[in-house]
């Protein structure tokens, strides 16, 4: 694509996901923790567990669970729904991006025409 594209849904007054919110979910199902997704994203625990919080309110479900312990002491995972919102939002970001580039290649030629 020749420029960028960011997306952010607003979906009720105070709750949005964009791109922060469902890369922290992708990295949590990745890592099977929230605290070594926030380190791998260079963010705090708690910035992680708020944005979660978000989505736990947002949706009226939870996003991600706590497993149960194990060799490890457990962890977290994404819940259906969390995996459901990581799906949903790439599909309509490729969708997104696939509409938008004939317009980002216009605005390019006219900032390479000047």
Do not use: C
Request: charged fraction near 25%; avoid cysteine.
């Amino acid at each position: 694509m020749p420029g960028s594209l960011s997306l952010r849904i607003d979906l009720e007054a105070n709750g949005r996901i964009g791109p922060g919110k469902v890369s922290l979910l992708e990295q949590i199902a990745a890592y099977g923790s929230i605290s070594e997704a926030a380190r791998q994203m260079g963010m705090s625990y708690k910035h992680a567990w708020s944005l979660v919080e978000d989505l736990n309110k947002l949706f009226r479900k939870p996003v991600v669970a706590a497993k149960k312990g194990g060799q490890r002491g457990g962890g977290s995972e994404l819940t259906p729904l969390g995996l459901a919102i990581v799906t949903r939002y790439r599909a309509i970001e490729r969708a997104a991006e696939t509409a938008a580039v004939p317009h980002i290649e216009a605005l390019r030629r006219e900032i390479e025409s000047e």
